[in-house]
């Protein structure tokens, strides 16, 4: 009615169950969505890290990133209705909280299921000493998709992430 105040939703058993799993992984979590990870809210939080310890951090971090409110929650859901795509479902992913050096992380292409090219993921920034390393980081890439990636993609075409 006029005069009360709207309160904001709350999600108990969500809730319940994502502290459940944050503990079970450390007390730290990455948190993400199936789709889209909300990289581009980082400049919200102390040290732009996107180390969650709650349930209440996680929600802020999506709430704050666009990529996670255009893309995956609008963009994506127009996408999938529009080719009657069954694949369309968002399942919140927490994933133990590691350091990482974004120097080390690489956006592999598959073609016709073979590994075609590799590229820096962090293309903001130059790393000299990647040049001098270049074999070294194609060759274990290598490996690694054909020992890992190849028996798992459900795609002959398509992009992955990995570290090393």
Request: net charge negative; proline share 2%; aromatic share 12%.
């Amino acid at each position: 009615g006029e005069g009360e105040e709207a309160s904001e939703p709350t999600f108990p058993i969500l809730e319940k169950q994502t502290a459940k799993c944050i503990k079970s992984l450390g007390g730290c979590v990455f948190a993400k969505l199936n789709w889209s990870a909300p990289c581009d809210a980082a400049w919200t939080r102390i040290g732009n890290s996107l180390k969650c310890n709650n349930f209440s951090e996680i929600c802020d971090l999506l709430k704050a990133s666009d990529t996670i409110s255009s893309f995956d929650l609008c963009e994506n859901i127009v996408l999938c209705v529009s080719q009657n795509s069954e694949f369309f479902q968002h399942f919140l992913v927490l994933r133990e909280w590691r350091e990482i050096h974004l120097c080390y992380e690489f956006r592999c292409f598959v073609k016709n299921g073979e590994l075609i090219a590799v590229s820096q993921r962090n293309h903001s920034d130059y790393y000299s000493f990647l040049c001098q390393m270049k074999m070294e980081v194609l060759e274990l890439i290598r490996k690694f998709f054909e020992t890992e990636m190849k028996k798992i993609l459900l795609f002959p075409n398509c992009v992955f992430d990995c570290y090393i």
